[in-house]
């Protein structure tokens, strides 16, 4: 069985961000919650499982070479 496999990482500046109108930043939320609902982890239960059932956000601060902030998941 194959799978369609995503891994998405976009940091965003925080000014970009914040100007994306709020009703977009929902639906963007809620499109992200929705593929996670279907997602599966690769071989579950065996030694060789992946956690392929993630999807985090997280405030990055690796730019200023400070630690970032706990993430929470999406
Ligand atoms: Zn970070």
């Known amino acids: 069985m194959a799978l369609r496999r995503f891994d998405i990482q976009l940091a965003i500046p925080t000014a970009i961000y914040d100007a994306i ?15 996670k609902a279907l997602a599966v982890k ?24 400070k630690p970032c902030e706990p993430g929470q998941e999406i």
Request: charged fraction near 35%; aromatic fraction near 2%.
């Open 42 to 65: 690769i071989n579950e239960g065996l030694p060789n499982e992946e956690m392929t059932v993630k999807a985090t956000y997280h405030i990055c601060k690796h730019d200023e070479g």
């Open 21 to 35: 109108p709020l009703a977009k930043k929902i639906a963007a939320r809620d499109a992200i919650r929705d593929l």
